[in-house]
Nanobody, 115 residues
Framework: QVQPVESGGGLVQPGGSLRLSCAASESILSINIMNWYRQGPGKQREWVAGISSGGSTNYAASVRGRFTISRDNAKNVGYLQMNSLKPEDTAVYYC?????????WGQGTQVTVSS
């Protein structure tokens, strides 16, 4: 397959944590670059975090210090660890990966932060 498979979304209370996965384990191609985006209700889609093939990471100011992006090259899976979640983090989260010099989107996974 080419399309990455996302998992890990769900309902969590404020202050809680979730880990999202972006898997391409069945693909012949390896994830080169991975970025996470999100789109909250009534909001524009925004970039959240990215990681390069060499492991360099960058974060949006709104999540820096709370979210951690990582990758497991052996498993061909990327992750977004989300800690100290806030209601404003509620959104559909999408991974976008560069594989074989082409970009692919995951299906999106819902993250809801609510008491």
């Amino acid at each position: 397959q080419v399309q990455p498979v996302e998992s890990g979304g769900g309902l969590v209370q404020p202050g809680g944590s979730l880990r999202l996965s972006c898997a391409a384990s069945e693909s012949i191609l390896s994830i080169n670059i991975m970025n996470w985006y999100r789109q909250g209700p009534g909001k524009q889609r925004e970039w959240v975090a990215g990681i390069s093939s060499g492991g360099s990471t960058n974060y949006a100011a709104s999540v820096r210090g709370r979210f951690t992006i990582s990758r497991d090259n052996a498993k061909n899976v990327g992750y977004l660890q989300m800690n100290s979640l806030k209601p404003e983090d509620t959104a559909v989260y999408y991974c976008n990966v560069l594989m074989g010099n082409q970009r692919y989107w995951g299906q999106g996974t819902q993250v809801t932060v609510s008491s």
